[in-house]
């Protein structure tokens, strides 16, 4: 079945600089690709998706990028504010298997 | 209702205890997913519902998990005799869309925990 790793597990930025959070998969027929923010104590929410058919997408100061070839997809979020602080999750979809997420990255914006 | 619905909130259980949690999804969704999120992991599947048909149980650990959803709506899941490697969150996810490969709009969740 699919395997999703996602690297760092935890990640600190200075407020205003840029975080890069990558992810890599192992079923080459995956093709959506979605990223969850998760607050503490709090459910986790869809910030962004990416199907296989493109390979950026971009949602004001958050993008995800896809690279089929090497089975990696990675969120950008750039101009980091401190609510940007969460844990952030990627997660795969293949064929009929619910979606497999990755074990997450805890991001800290230092104001 | 505007979002998905998860009860209790927070349930702790003697070792041994029977457990029912409830999953009330947005109306209307037609999947249903169940998560079990371990501290600082990522949620890993459950089971998966279409309507009323439970087509995916492959990640239920054992034999004591059950769930259901009897009427394609609100959905049960029950643990039978817990035990201390249950507690967890336990995560509810609905789609508005049949099958699998869509973005979910996951509940709050419930935290058991085993004592």
């Known amino acids: 079945g699919e395997n999703v790793e996602q690297h760092p597990s935890t990640l600190s930025v200075q407020e205003g600089d840029s975080a890069v959070i990558k992810c890599t998969y192992s079923d080459s027929a995956s093709n959506y690709f979605p990223w969850y923010k998760q607050e503490l104590g709090k459910r986790p929410q869809l910030i962004i998706d990416?199907?296989?058919?493109?390979g950026e997408k971009k949602d004001q100061r958050i993008a995800v990028t896809l690279n089929k070839t090497a089975k990696h997809f990675s969120l950008h979020i750039t101009e980091t504010q401190p609510e940007d602080s969460a844990v952030y999750f990627c997660a795969a979809f293949s064929g009929n298997t619910p979606l497999v997420f990755g074990k997450g990255t805890r991001l800290s914006v230092i104001a | 209702g505007a979002g998905v619905s998860q009860s209790p909130r927070y349930k702790v259980a003697k070792r041994g205890q029977d457990v029912a949690l409830r999953c009330d999804p947005i109306s209307g969704h037609v999947s249903l997913f169940w998560y079990q999120q371990a501290l600082g992991q990522g949620p890993e599947f459950l089971t998966y519902f279409q309507n009323e048909a439970q087509l995916d149980k492959s990640g239920l650990p054992s034999d004591r998990f059950f769930a259901e959803r009897p009427e394609g709506s609100v959905s049960t899941l029950k643990i039978q005799r817990t035990q201390q490697e249950d507690s967890a969150v336990y995560l509810c996810?609905?789609?508005?869309?049949?099958?699998?490969?869509?973005?979910?709009?996951f509940g709050s969740g419930t935290r058991l925990t085993v004592v």
């Open positions: 990416i199907r296989s058919n493109v």
């Open positions: 996810a609905s789609s508005f869309r049949a099958g699998v490969g869509y973005g979910y709009t």
